[in-house]
């Protein structure tokens, strides 16, 4: 058996593929810190005009939604049913395929005195310097679409 240490930096600066992801992980790394700030304006800044965005389950926010227009009303709802409770923070450094990036998280909120919190996975599909799409997996879909309530 064959084993392999490989540095963060190593995955960024260097030759070969990875320094396709270059750009893609500091577009990854801008997203992460515009949600986990609530920034939702920087957030969509980063988002191409055409953008689709993959939300997992069967509740009031789940399906596809297309355009930073959408996306921002998704997350003003989420915010607006959570009393601005709604939290997302990286835990760890994103990991870059070419354009796609794998963003793991933590996210949590309250409503109507129930807590949710868990763990997940933001994916995005970089084009040029914009998040062209974004698929989210969950760790517990029924509880999340429970705390969400249908639509």
């Not at 084993?3 to 997203?31: C, W």
């Not at 509740?59 to 709802?77: D, L």
């Not at 709604?86 to 990036?101: I, R």
Request: aromatic fraction near 8%; avoid cysteine.
């Amino acid at each position: 058996m064959v084993s392999m240490a490989v540095q963060q930096d190593e995955l960024t600066e260097g030759k070969g593929p990875a320094m396709g992801s270059t750009t893609a992980l500091r577009i990854a790394r801008q997203y992460a810190d515009g949600v986990s700030a609530k920034d939702f304006a920087t957030v969509t800044g980063l988002f191409a005009d055409d953008i689709v965005w993959h939300q997992p389950g069967d509740n009031r926010f789940s399906g596809w939604h297309r355009g930073t227009v959408a996306i921002g009303e998704m997350f003003g709802g989420m915010m607006t049913v959570t009393e601005g409770t709604f939290a997302l923070e990286p835990t760890m450094e994103p990991m870059a395929n070419g354009s796609l990036v794998a963003v793991p998280v933590h996210f949590s909120a309250e409503r109507d005195g129930v807590e949710m919190g868990m763990n997940g996975v933001d994916l995005l599909r970089i084009e040029g310097e914009r998040i062209a799409e974004v698929w989210l997996f969950s760790v517990g879909q029924q509880g999340e679409d429970e705390f969400w309530g249908s639509a």
